[in-house]
Structures are given as C-alpha cells and as structure tokens.
C-alpha cells in the first residue's frame, strides 16, 4: 500500500526527499502503518488545539488520529527540518542531517499511531518512552538496512561505543546538575 503525500510546502524540497519517505514508510512492518491515509508536507504546522509549552513554530510533526470517517494522517513542518530565516552556518547543519531526521520524524509519528491504535495496554504517561524505543528501533534497522557496509564494519565495537556513550551522559547529567546546584 502506498500512502499518499501532500505536498503543501511552498519552497522547493531538498531532491529525493519524497522518495526517503516512502522509503521510510516502506521500511516500517504493514500491520504497524494500517490505518494511515496520508502524509502531508507543510512550511509549519498550524494547529489550533495545540497546547503547551511548544509553539506550533517549533513542532517537526504532529500525528492527527482518526476521527469518524476521516482516517489517521501524519502532518510534517518542513520548515522547522530545513529552517530560512537562520545564518548560513545555522542552517547547513539541519541541511547535512535532514535526511536522518526526516526518517527519524516519520518513524516517531507512525510510532505514535502504532501505540494509540494498535498498543491498547499502554497508559498516557507511558507513551512518550515507549515511541522514543519503538523510533530508535526503527531507526536502528533502516540505518543498517541503509549502511549495510558500515554496519557490519562497526557490529563489533558497538556494545563499547554504547558503553563510552552511557558514561559520557552520566558525566554530562553530573556537571548539569552540579552547576545548577552551584547557581542555586
């Protein structure tokens, strides 16, 4: 099945960027995308039921559930993935990684809407954390199905990468908290 992508964005997409995202959502087992109508590409998300501390400016994506006849969508601000009114050395970064974060963005939103339709057993507290392992599982299989070379070179040592990373946020947690207590 393949989804339908809007295309609303007014300035031009980076070449390839329609097809990263089917390639994406192809990537993405068929029972976990079953009920998703469409994919639409926007400069921002323009929501009037968005509440909170997040200003609808600074949202990548938003996953809109069904609601009667209408079926579940996924909405993706390309202006927040590819930012224009920033210096150029603010905005060659979000260019360099977009296509990481574009595939990162659609498997957090399907991962969404695998948890609220299909997870029944979750509760709204656990949801966050379980979309944050679902998108970095995702993420993890298409990177190796993507870099098959590079994956199988960097197989062995990734349980020590992963270590030095562990310990490195430790550290990082230890000298946040510690110069917020010495501001105090």
Not at 88 to 98: A, C, M, N, T, Y
Not at 105 to 110: A, D
Not at 133 to 148: D, F, G, M
Request: hydrophobic share 35%.
């Amino acid at each position: 099945m393949a989804i339908k992508i809007e295309n609303q964005y007014e300035r031009g997409l980076p070449k390839g960027t329609l097809t990263n995202i089917e390639e994406a959502f192809d990537s993405l087992p068929r029972e976990h995308t079953r009920g998703l109508e469409r994919i639409r590409l926007v400069e921002f998300i323009s929501e009037p039921r968005l509440k909170g501390p997040v200003a609808p400016s600074e949202l990548p994506g938003l996953y809109h559930p069904r609601q009667g006849q209408k079926g579940a969508w996924l909405e993706i601000a390309m202006g927040v993935l590819l930012p224009a009114n920033k210096p150029f050395h603010k905005r060659i970064v979000p260019r360099l990684s977009f296509k990481g974060n574009l595939t990162a963005l659609v498997f957090s939103l399907v991962g969404q809407h695998y948890h609220l339709t299909l997870r029944h057993s979750l509760k709204r507290t656990q949801l966050e954390p379980a979309v944050r392992l679902y998108t970095e599982k995702q993420l993890r299989s298409w990177n190796e199905n993507k870099h098959s070379f590079r994956a199988r070179l960097f197989k062995p040592i990734q349980p020590t990468l992963e270590r030095w990373a562990k310990g490195l946020q430790k550290r990082a947690a230890a000298e946040k908290k510690k110069s917020l207590a010495s501001k105090s």
